[in-house]
């Protein structure tokens, strides 16, 4: 996973202008998907990564909505899973 999350990213940085934000909702992976997704939104202001403790009783609505609530922009494109 954490080298497809790094495929992503990237091509998402090359592919958008930079007033795009990017907001990554992490469902609970086991990976090292937390440490990549750390270092970016370090280095990259327009990333913002939101990490769940996993929830057998979490919708997938649900945690699309968090996606929703966290970003700042008026027009949001769900989903990149």
Same mark, same amino acid.
């Given at each position: ?26 469902? #609970?992976?086991?990976? *090292? ?13 327009? !990333?913002?990564?939101?990490k769940l403790k996993r929830s057998s009783s979490r919708l997938l #609505?649900?945690?699309? *909505? ?13 989903? !990149?899973?």
């Amino acid at each position: 996973m954490g080298d497809s999350i790094t495929k992503c990213l990237e091509s998402l940085l090359k592919n958008t202008s930079n007033n795009v934000e990017i907001v990554i909702v992490d469902d #609970g992976s086991k990976d *090292n998907t937390f440490i990549i997704c750390r270092e970016y939104e370090r280095k990259y202001e327009r !990333i913002k990564y939101i990490k769940l403790k996993r929830s057998s009783s979490r919708l997938l #609505g649900q945690t699309r *909505n968090l996606s929703v609530s966290a970003s700042s922009s008026d027009i949001v494109l769900l989903h !990149i899973d």
